[in-house]
């Protein structure tokens, strides 16, 4: 195959140089033969051309999606307002205590606490194996108990959690942003040694839409909208909730003004808000996700500095058939949220506690691109 | 992968495609000679194909992605910017059909025998291209799956990432598409060799109808967010469109032989939507394909098919076998429709690909069957 392939190559390379070899050139007279020698040369010419070309290719083509690179050197050039004493977000943690350190010693009255680094892709410390019950875990520094309570004809799984430090309210993605990729929650929880986590916004898997999509203070995308609501956390992990407005600035402004007092650790894009400073929200008619149709549902709220709740609806099923938003904002407000947002439903809501998911669906477990998940900060 | 070279940064992909391009060229010129088809045509193809590939897969990546660019970004003249990647590899075939025609037309060749030279090796190309894709580290790789033996003892079959305190094992998608790629190379190749009876046009319309039901199965299991609308995988889109395309291609063909009409055997091609329509009317097939809640709509896309309907069946000649191909081919792309849906959150993944695989070769056979049937017809006569 090779020497017959070789002997292609030269046969042809000796007619393009040298014209057609003697006996088709038996005939000919010596114009002809000079301008079949013209024509090859030519050949040569465009071949070289042709080479050329592909070989620039090597510089020209990267991949055949944007690079990851250039997407964050986009998201950079975006043109935006965050306001002159706007905190950079990629400097790091700067743990600024305020009431949570007072409810922090109360609760959790141990010494010497090291803090998670603030990296997206460093997982939680690995929980003590022993100090799992069926339905809670607790250690020096979490607090996490699973019930379960039927309503409005459906199930809801409940998970209280208190941490000793705003480092162990977490957040992971599935790969790197603007990857694409997914995975299984209880994937996500047992690579990232989860105590207990819910879904997120699903708006970490693609660079498009609108949204200020933040990640342990990893910004993804930074655009503001008219149609959603935000959820910000911030240095003490306190949830700050901006409604969205009539115009996009009304959003940056919002945003703005929270970036000048606190450091911006993640931010989700999904909602509606459920609850805002205790007061119970109305839920508007055109909010993504059918508000308004029963399906299963996710949601976190705060309850008090570093204390929270997770809920997870169980729905299209016979056993439950899901719950509309408004159900579920009555719901988080008569647990006592001061704050609470709904996350992604439908097939992505999932509750995970001790690796296995606790919310029941009508389809298996789906893969979501991104969690929120506590984890504990023993040095174990 | 980076490196550097004359002061520049090349890439390894973008290094890996020119000399893809390259051997592709060749074989092209190797294939073609049989043809009696000179080194210049294929010379001026080269010159016309990579940089026509290299447009259009660009400009349909920016189609898909026109809201990332004008809205998420704010600044659409990055679409200009190629070289920071974002191709289609639909569009990069779409620009080599394109310069194939005008190459054709500029050296007066048949379009359609010049087609079947440059596509016959084009599933190298395909092949080059897909291995190339593991250099980037973003495309070609798939769900995540638990199936830690198989991917010690088959390492080749997965691609291994680290996720905080685990190694994880996803698709190695884009090895599975260059196997698949060389196949269909193989398939077109002893095609073009031994079919006597086939006409222009033929070897390249069995490397679209192949290639393209493959892509049906292949990017169902990739998991890299690359050319999506929403839910929708638009590549997986035109990979059902190509067997469609040949087997409309195929039915004129037909149609002219028997005189059969094809807007009769387009209208009952009408009868499995309106089967499926009224199914998600009655039980919803999931969430998504679910109009009980919007009976008014379903009831309005009946009456509209129905009135479609009545409108060419006035008309005679429909013909029993084409209706046959038709109905076989969109009952198949309807459970293909159906097995997407169904493979977020599947119990068993291993058996909806498998499906879905079946799917995918009954949409490759529905135009064969037709092409077949017409060849044995034509040496009876």
Same mark, same amino acid.
């Given at each position: 195959?090779?020497?017959?392939?070789?002997?292609?190559?030269?046969?042809?390379?000796?007619?393009?140089? #040298?014209?057609?070899?003697?006996y088709y050139n038996k005939g000919i007279n010596r114009k002809g033969r000079t301008a079949m020698r013209s024509a090859n040369r030519r050949l040569i010419f465009f071949a070289g051309i042709v080479v050329l070309m592909a070989l620039s290719l090597m510089f020209a083509v990267p991949s055949g999606a944007v690079t990851l690179g250039a997407a964050a050197r986009y998201q950079e050039d975006?043109?935006?307002?965050?306001?002159?004493?706007?905190?950079?977000?990629?400097?790091?943690?700067?743990?600024?205590?305020?009431?949570?350190?007072?409810?922090? #010693?109360?609760?959790?009255?141990?010494?010497?606490?090291?803090?998670?680094?603030?990296?997206?892709?460093?997982?939680? &410390?690995?929980?003590?194996?022993?100090?799992?019950?069926?339905?809670?875990?607790?250690?020096?520094?979490?607090?996490?108990?699973?019930?379960?309570?039927?309503?409005?004809?459906?199930?809801?799984?409940?998970a209280y959690v208190k941490i000793a430090t705003p480092t162990q309210l977490r957040t992971a993605i599935a790969g790197k942003f603007g990857s694409g990729r997914t995975l299984k929650p209880t994937v996500f929880s047992q690579s990232m040694n989860a105590v207990v986590l819910i879904n997120g916004d699903y708006y970490t898997k693609t660079d498009s839409g609108n949204g200020y999509i933040v990640r342990q203070g990893e910004k993804h995308r930074w655009k503001?909208?008219?149609?959603?609501?935000?959820?910000?956390?911030?240095?003490?992990?306190?949830?700050?909730?901006?409604?969205?407005?009539?115009?996009?600035?009304?959003?940056?402004?919002?945003?703005?003004?929270?970036?000048?007092?606190?450091?911006?650790?993640?931010?989700?894009?999904?909602?509606?808000?459920?609850?805002?400073?205790?007061?119970?929200?109305?839920?508007?008619?055109?909010?993504?996700?059918?508000?308004?149709?029963?399906?299963?549902?996710?949601?976190?709220?705060?309850?008090?500095?570093?204390?929270?709740?997770?809920?997870?609806?169980?729905? &299209?099923?016979?056993?439950?058939?899901?719950?509309?938003?408004?159900?579920?904002?009555?719901?988080?407000? #008569?647990?006592?949220?001061?704050?609470?947002?709904?996350?992604?439903?439908?097939?992505?809501?999932?509750?995970?506690?001790?690796?296995?998911?606790?919310?029941?669906?009508?389809?298996?477990? &789906? #893969? =979501?691109?991104? =969690?929120?998940?506590?984890?504990?900060?023993?040095?174990? | 992968?980076?490196?550097?070279?004359?002061?520049?940064?090349?890439?390894?992909?973008?290094? /890996?495609?020119?000399?893809?391009?390259?051997?592709?060229?060749?074989?092209?010129?190797?294939?073609?000679?049989?043809?009696?088809?000179? /080194?210049?045509?294929?010379?001026?193809?080269?010159?016309?194909?990579?940089?026509?590939?290299?447009?259009?897969?660009?400009?349909?990546?920016?189609?898909?992605?026109?809201?990332?660019?004008?809205?998420?970004?704010?600044?659409?003249?990055?679409?200009?910017?190629?070289?920071?990647?974002?191709?289609?590899?639909?569009?990069?075939?779409?620009?080599?059909?394109?310069?194939?025609?005008?190459?054709?037309?500029?050296?007066?060749?048949?379009?359609?025998?010049?087609?079947?030279?440059?596509?016959?090796?084009?599933?190298?190309?395909?092949?080059?291209?897909?291995?190339?894709?593991?250099?980037?580290?973003?495309?070609?790789?798939?769900?995540?799956?638990?199936?830690?033996?198989?991917?010690?003892?088959?390492?080749?079959?997965?691609?291994?990432?680290?996720?905080?305190?685990?190694?994880?094992?996803?698709?190695?998608?884009?090895?599975?598409?260059?196997?698949?790629?060389?196949?269909?190379?193989?398939?077109?190749?002893?095609?073009?060799?031994?079919?006597?009876?086939?006409?222009?046009?033929?070897?390249?319309?069995?490397?679209?109808?192949?290639?393209?039901?493959?892509?049906?199965?292949?990017?169902?299991?990739?998991?890299?967010?690359?050319?999506?609308?929403?839910?929708?995988?638009?590549?997986?889109?035109?990979?059902?469109?190509?067997?469609?395309?040949?087997?409309?291609?195929?039915?004129?063909?037909?149609?002219?032989?028997?005189?059969?009409?094809?807007?009769?055997?387009? /209208?009952?091609?009408?009868?499995?939507?309106?089967?499926?329509?009224?199914?998600?009317?009655?039980?919803?097939?999931?969430?998504?394909?679910?109009?009980?809640?919007?009976?008014?709509?379903?009831?309005?896309?009946?009456? /509209?098919?129905?009135?479609?309907?009545?409108?060419?069946?006035?008309?005679?000649?429909?013909?029993?076998?084409?209706?046959?191909?038709?109905?076989?081919?969109?009952?198949?792309?309807?459970?293909?429709?159906?097995?997407?849906?169904?493979?977020?959150?599947?119990?068993?993944?291993?058996?909806?690909?498998?499906?879905?695989?079946?799917?995918?070769?009954?949409?490759?056979?529905?135009?064969?069957?037709?092409?077949?049937?017409?060849?044995?017809?034509?040496?009876?006569?």
């Open positions: 195959m090779i020497l017959f392939t070789f002997y292609h190559i030269r046969g042809s390379l000796d007619s393009l140089v #040298d014209g057609p070899p003697m975006t043109e935006l307002d965050l306001g002159s004493d706007a905190l950079p977000l990629t400097e790091g943690l700067n743990v600024r205590y305020t009431a949570s350190a007072g409810m922090m #010693d109360a609760i959790f009255p141990v010494n010497n606490i090291s803090y998670l680094p603030l990296d997206l892709t460093e997982p939680g &410390r690995v929980p003590l194996e022993a100090n799992f019950t069926e339905t809670s875990y607790q250690d020096e520094t979490i607090w996490v108990e699973i019930e379960e309570t039927r309503a409005y004809d459906s199930a809801f799984h409940v503001a909208s008219n149609r959603t609501d935000l959820l910000l956390i911030d240095e003490n992990s306190d949830f700050h909730i901006i409604l969205h407005g009539d115009s996009k600035s009304d959003e940056e402004e919002a945003v703005d003004a929270f970036l000048e007092e606190h450091e911006l650790i993640n931010a989700f894009y999904f909602g509606p808000a459920l609850v805002v400073d205790g007061e119970l929200q109305e839920i508007p008619d055109e909010y993504l996700g059918d508000p308004h149709e029963d399906n299963p549902r996710a949601a976190i709220g705060q309850l008090a500095p570093l204390t929270y709740v997770l809920v997870s609806v169980d729905g &299209r099923t016979d056993a439950s058939a899901g719950i509309t938003v408004e159900e579920l904002a009555a719901f988080m407000k #008569d647990l006592g949220c001061e704050q609470a947002y709904a996350m992604d439903g439908g097939n992505s809501s999932a509750l995970v506690f001790h690796n296995q998911l606790v919310s029941v669906k009508d389809v298996n477990e &789906r #893969d =979501v691109s991104d =969690v929120i998940y506590f984890a504990t900060a023993i040095d174990n | 992968m980076t490196f550097q070279a004359f002061g520049l940064t090349g890439y390894g992909y973008g290094l /890996a495609a020119g000399a893809d391009a390259l051997a592709y060229l060749f074989a092209v010129w190797f294939f073609s000679r049989k043809s009696h088809m000179d /080194a210049d045509a294929v010379l001026l193809y080269g010159m016309l194909g990579i940089p026509l590939g290299l447009i259009v897969s660009r400009i349909f990546f920016c189609a898909v992605n026109v809201q990332y660019y004008t809205k998420t970004i704010m600044q659409p003249w990055r679409m200009l910017s190629f070289w920071d990647g974002g191709y289609s590899m639909a569009g990069m075939l779409a620009g080599l059909v394109l310069a194939a025609l005008i190459a054709a037309k500029l050296k007066k060749l048949d379009f359609r025998a010049f087609l079947d030279a440059v596509f016959l090796p084009a599933g190298l190309l395909v092949f080059g291209l897909r291995l190339a894709e593991g250099l980037t580290e973003l495309l070609g790789v798939g769900r995540q799956v638990s199936v830690d033996a198989l991917a010690n003892s088959m390492p080749v079959l997965f691609v291994t990432e680290t996720m905080g305190a685990m190694e994880l094992h996803r698709l190695a998608v884009f090895r599975y598409e260059a196997a698949f790629a060389l196949l269909v190379f193989a398939l077109t190749l002893w095609f073009f060799r031994t079919s006597k009876k086939r006409q222009s046009g033929d070897a390249a319309m069995l490397f679209f109808a192949l290639y393209g039901a493959g892509q049906v199965l292949f990017e169902s299991m990739r998991d890299d967010g690359h050319m999506m609308l929403g839910f929708i995988r638009v590549q997986q889109v035109l990979g059902v469109l190509a067997p469609l395309i040949v087997l409309t291609v195929l039915c004129r063909r037909y149609g002219r032989r028997h005189g059969a009409r094809d807007a009769v055997t387009a /209208a009952w091609t009408a009868l499995p939507v309106m089967a499926l329509i009224l199914w998600m009317m009655v039980a919803p097939i999931n969430h998504v394909l679910d109009l009980s809640r919007h009976i008014p709509l379903g009831i309005g896309l009946l009456a /509209a098919l129905c009135l479609y309907l009545a409108f060419f069946l006035r008309i005679k000649g429909a013909n029993l076998r084409l209706i046959l191909a038709w109905l076989a081919a969109l009952l198949t792309v309807t459970a293909c429709v159906l097995l997407e849906f169904s493979m977020d959150g599947s119990a068993n993944l291993g058996r909806d690909y498998a499906l879905l695989a079946l799917c995918c070769a009954v949409l490759f056979l529905c135009p064969c069957a037709l092409y077949r049937a017409l060849h044995r017809q034509e040496e009876r006569s």
